[in-house]
């Protein structure tokens, strides 16, 4: 795993845009997938404190499908191994019915690496982590995808609704 860390006196290039870092500033902590330069990067914001315990701990992950009555989610769970009694788990959800979301999926069966830019609470650049995305993992996510999209298909277009199903996951399962 590689920790990267900004050059002194020097303007990051992991600057967040306008729109993002107010969708950060609006939905608080938590975790996005996001196209860049150098692949699909994980921003991830969180407490100055909680990103301070993440360095040097590992970071295991998992991709989850999950099929909910109004859509398929495809959950990306990360948890650092910061503290053995009580891990911080970052969570990220794609949905296979929109375009740029299914190229996301699609640019993650195909990248060999996770990277995890963290951003502290006044959503100022941290560091990077950088960790292998083994190819058992991205067969996994190929055949997430593939399900997903057929289940998706299945649901009646009246019924399929992604950000209620999300909603309605995180109500009952988080």
């Not at 969708?23 to 196209?35: D, I, K, N, P, T």
């Not at 360095?55 to 992950?61: D, E, F, I, K």
Request: glycine share 4%; aromatic share 10%.
């Amino acid at each position: 795993m590689i920790e990267r860390e900004p050059r002194p006196n020097h303007t990051p290039a992991n600057e967040l845009s306008p729109p993002l870092r107010e969708l950060l500033a609006y939905s608080g902590y938590g975790c996005l997938a996001v196209e860049s330069d150098n692949g699909i990067v994980h921003i991830c914001h969180a407490s100055d404190h909680d990103i301070a315990g993440f360095r040097g701990a590992p970071v295991q992950y998992q991709w989850q499908l999950i099929l909910m009555p109004n859509a398929p989610l495809i959950r990306l769970l990360f948890v650092v191994l910061d503290d053995p009694t009580n891990p911080y788990q970052l969570e990220s959800f794609l949905n296979v019915a929109e375009a740029d979301q299914a190229q996301v999926l699609s640019d993650l069966v195909e990248q060999e690496q996770f990277s995890l830019a963290f951003y502290g609470d006044d959503l100022s650049y941290r560091y990077t982590k950088v960790f292998a995305h083994e190819p058992i993992n991205r067969e996994q996510l190929a055949t997430a995808i593939a399900h997903a999209r057929l289940y998706w298909d299945h649901i009646g277009p009246a019924q399929q609704n992604f950000d209620l199903a999300k909603m309605e996951f995180m109500a009952h399962f988080i």
